[in-house]
């Protein structure tokens, strides 16, 4: 199983960024697919979720209104490809973006994540 995050950088208050996120080698074991955020300093926190099992989304306070994760496969595939549209994103959006992976029942929290990619830098400032 390799997850591999793609499309941060810097961008503006206000502006937009779509992280990616290519998963291979997925298994029946996970049911959902997760984007965290760590700011310097902070713990890691969940920014938008998908669980398959029950096609629910789960958004963090600061995400909702602004992000949406999108999934293009289908959840029994073994390649997923998920993404994180991030809009209006404002400075306190910084950090480093990690997507994951969870077996049944995870609530978007890190702890129910098992799989972890590398991260992905997104900056916001002018």
């Known amino acids: 199983l390799e997850l591999v995050e793609s499309g941060g950088g810097l961008v503006q208050p206000g502006g937009s960024l779509r992280l990616s996120c290519s998963i291979s080698?997925?298994?029946?074991?996970?049911?959902?697919i997760g984007w965290f955020r760590q700011a310097p300093g902070k713990e890691r926190e969940g920014s938008a979720c998908?669980?398959?099992?029950?096609?629910?989304?789960?958004?963090?306070?600061s995400a909702k209104g602004r992000f949406t994760i999108l999934s293009d496969n289908a959840e029994d595939s073994e390649r997923q490809e998920v993404h994180l549209q991030m809009d209006r994103l404002e400075p306190e959006d910084m950090g480093l973006y990690y997507c994951?992976?969870?077996?049944?029942?995870?609530?978007?929290?890190?702890?129910?994540?098992?799989?972890w990619g590398q991260g992905t830098q997104v900056t916001v400032s002018s």
């Open positions: 080698g997925l298994t029946s074991d996970y049911d959902s």
């Open positions: 998908i669980r398959f099992s029950d096609g629910a989304f789960f958004y963090g306070d």
């Open positions: 994951a992976v969870a077996p049944i029942g995870a609530l978007c929290v890190p702890d129910d994540y098992k799989r």
